[in-house]
């Protein structure tokens, strides 16, 4: 029999048969469904599936005393009702004793693809019911850009679905200018779902309407190859040198739009004495920009006079801003397109994250879905999501952030669903001795996860696939049912009852569940959303219909503005949402901040470590940090799919033949790669499209550290530093990271096993 499910990389059927899951396949209305499907044909039913309750046997025992044992430790299988009954009454302490931000409710991570089903709503609905607890806000894809953009020309929600789409850059774009490459291979893959891969297509469609790209990065992979696609290759890190010796010859050479810079832009003068030297006494000249990013001073000149000559659109990728003063390159990227002065126009201007994900660039009409209701937080309290380990290993310290400053609560408790911060954060190893701390670790997970493994209380959760739901995302115009195909797996349960069995014991299962079933939940959020479309001029089917045809598309809307479009016809009439209601070139705002890492206008910064300069000399080579191709981050990294892409077990870490060649390495062989913050075991692999100090090992990898601390999977965040992008966004600075490689000649085995 098949079933329709929806995930975060498309929506499928799967075959069920004799209640085991044969075969996956993309739906008619997918021109390119995406191949991580695959995981799920063994990864639901597997092994590493938690199956009852489970309480780490020093925490049940040691009266929380253990904490060293955190992650190490052997599991004790519970009943439900008493393992429910422990983690209420440990929550309960925790808030008599210390108060409700002294929890920490992380949840962080791409979930379930359902709008009821959604791990972190479910937590975050039953925490706010219990008085509150310290979150994260902004996110670890994108933190240095949710916080720089609105200071400069717009918030992030309104770039990430109001930019340029593909259709308008093939109609109307000249020449792409792709800093940081447009790397497909992510398109598989869209927050809370898509159903229509397109990307692939719409650069395709692009090329063969004679637009030109240019790939700047230090990987040619990154972007498709073409006639029609040059690579530049451009230092990792060193984006804003670059585009700085591009504004030079703009300006030096009269090439720049001074009545856009004018009539639409506030503190070019200032930027320009910075730039020309006037400063700091250093013109970023090509010259000086060569010297920094590898590109020659000559490509540099020849690649700022081109772009005035035609329809130019530049987009950076958001890896640029996940490195240290990653706000500077998205801030640098807007200031040179305000130099162009082709902002407004159809298939000018700028945007980020071509190739992130699979609807960036889609022209396809939004819509806001109900979702189910967490409610305010209230305590009102967050921290920026890559400052955990901080929060965690320095309660009562404080950090700059964004104009003020974040004073760090104590956690006692941490609550986790949906997400895995072993995956996500820098330096692992650092992240351990915080997580140590707290007394207690609850989480809800349905593997044996690093996450679970370094828990207290584990609850084992079902998956989409055991469940009721709906997928309706805002970026993609199509509902669909998610059918149950599977019963529950051995004792597994929905995170909605598993926090409405903690609620009851709380007292508060009455408001958590507002009396509705889990399916009386689905209609109501459905009634809601009906509400909203009237609101927008379309109408949704009833639940009953819309539930026995399996999915609503959306009507399209009549046209898709060109972005920016009113503001360049009216600047005064259609402000911008920043201070001077212009773009930033300059912005007194983040002056009188006062950051020293931070300056009021864009501006080449010099990384903690990075190639021809700090720590080149120890750490030869630049490791980056992609996303992998046969899994969404961590998600299912047990399956065969995702498994056989790598070499016993471990991550191919991609590595240039010379490289490669002067360490003695064969394609195959296992490799340890080091740095001073950690070391992991990887396979290597050999690819002739890249810098040659520069190699390349996917993340997502589950955590499995030996008896060394060394990762034995191929977990790049070992490596990476837990360093903030500055005291403006504190962002994530993975990718401003140094290594050296050397042969591993003990045995090795993969370690994905259950505890």
Request: hydrophobic fraction near 40%; charged fraction near 20%; include cysteine.
């Amino acid at each position: 029999m098949r079933y329709k499910t929806a995930t975060q990389w498309g929506v499928y059927e799967v075959e069920v048969m004799d209640g085991q899951i044969t075969d996956v396949q993309g739906i008619s209305a997918d021109p390119a469904p995406a191949p991580m499907a695959n995981t799920l044909l063994d990864g639901i039913q597997h092994d590493q599936r938690i199956q009852r309750p489970a309480i780490r046997q020093g925490w049940l025992r040691g009266n929380n005393r253990d904490r060293a044992r955190r992650g190490v430790d052997k599991f004790l299988d519970v009943p439900w009702d008493e393992a429910l009954d422990i983690a209420a009454q440990e929550l309960a302490r925790v808030v008599a004793e210390h108060g409700n931000t002294a929890i920490f409710a992380g949840s962080y991570g791409w979930a379930s693809a359902g709008r009821f089903h959604h791990a972190q709503s479910q937590l975050h609905r039953f925490i706010n019911l219990l008085g509150g607890s310290t979150r994260a806000m902004n996110s670890y894809s994108t933190a240095a850009a949710q916080v720089i953009l609105p200071h400069v020309v717009a918030p992030w929600s309104q770039i990430e679905l109001e930019q340029t789409s593909w259709q308008e850059i093939t109609n109307s774009t000249e020449l792409v200018v792709a800093f940081g490459g447009i790397p497909l291979r992510n398109t598989q893959v869209a927050y809370g779902g898509i159903t229509e891969h397109q990307s692939s297509g719409s650069f395709t469609q692009a090329l063969a309407s004679g637009v030109k790209f240019i790939n700047i990065s230090p990987i040619k992979d990154d972007m498709p190859e073409s006639s029609s696609v040059q690579w530049l290759a451009c230092r990792p890190g060193t984006d804003v040198a670059l585009m700085l010796g591009l504004a030079y010859v703009l300006e030096t050479e009269s090439l720049v739009s001074k009545k856009f810079l004018e009539s639409h832009c506030s503190g070019y003068v200032l930027f320009r004495k910075y730039l020309l030297g006037h400063e700091n006494g250093i013109a970023k000249t090509p010259q000086w920009a060569e010297k920094i990013c590898s590109v020659s001073a000559e490509e540099i000149t020849s690649l700022a006079r081109r772009l005035v000559k035609q329809r130019t659109f530049m987009t950076a990728a958001w890896s640029l801003q996940r490195a240290h003063h990653g706000e500077q390159p998205y801030w640098m990227l807007v200031t040179l397109a305000a130099m162009l002065g082709q902002i407004g126009l159809p298939g000018g201007g700028f945007g980020f994250g071509y190739g992130a994900e699979g609807f960036i660039g889609s022209h396809w009409r939004r819509f806001n879905w109900a979702t189910f209701s967490k409610g305010m937080n209230p305590t009102r309290f967050a921290i920026p999501v890559a400052r955990i380990a901080d929060m965690l290993l320095h309660p009562n310290e404080s950090i700059h952030y964004d104009g003020r400053d974040i004073i760090f609560p104590e956690i006692d408790l941490i609550y986790w669903a949906g997400g895995n911060p072993f995956h996500h954060h820098q330096d692992l190893n650092r992240l351990i001795k915080g997580w140590r701390r707290p007394s207690t670790v609850i989480v809800n997970e349905p593997w044996w996860t690093p996450t679970a493994q370094w828990a207290d209380i584990v609850f084992p959760a079902t998956t989409a696939l055991e469940r009721e739901d709906i997928c309706a995302s805002s970026h993609d115009p199509y509902a669909h049912v998610m059918q149950a195909a599977l019963p529950a797996q051995h004792q597994a349960r929905s995170d909605h009852e598993i926090f409405t069995g903690l609620a009851k014991r709380l007292g508060l299962d009455a408001a958590f569940t507002a009396g509705l079933s889990e399916r009386e939940w689905l209609q109501d959020m459905w009634q809601r959303s009906s509400e909203l479309a009237l609101r927008e001029g379309f109408e949704l089917p009833e639940f009953e219909d819309f539930w026995k045809a399996g999915t609503f598309q959306i009507p399209e809307a009549n046209s898709r503005p060109v972005w920016l479009a009113d503001f360049r016809a009216d600047p005064l009439l259609h402000p911008l949402r920043t201070p001077s209601g212009k773009i930033e070139l300059f912005s007194k705002t983040i002056a009188e901040f006062n950051y020293s890492d931070c300056p009021g206008h864009a501006a080449w910064l010099e990384p903690f470590e990075r190639l021809g300069g700090a720590g080149h000399s120890r750490y030869p080579l630049h490791l980056l940090t992609p996303q992998p191709e046969r899994r969404l981050h961590s998600q299912l990294d047990h399956s065969a799919h995702s498994q056989a892409g790598k070499i016993q077990g471990k991550e191919v870490i991609s590595i240039h033949p010379d490289t490669a060649a002067a360490r003695g390495f064969s394609p195959g062989d296992i490799v340890r790669v080091f740095n001073d913050r950690g070391a992991c075991l990887a396979a290597v692999g050999l690819d002739t499209n890249r810098l040659v100090d520069v190699v390349s090992l996917p993340t997502g990898s589950w955590f499995a550290p030996l008896e060394d601390a060394t990762d034995a999977n191929g977990n790049p965040n070992v490596l990476t530093a837990d360093i903030g992008t500055s005291s403006l966004a504190q962002g994530p600075s993975a990718n401003t990271c140094l290594v050296e490689v050397e042969r591993y000649l003990e045995p090795v085995n993969p370690r994905n096993r259950p505890p």
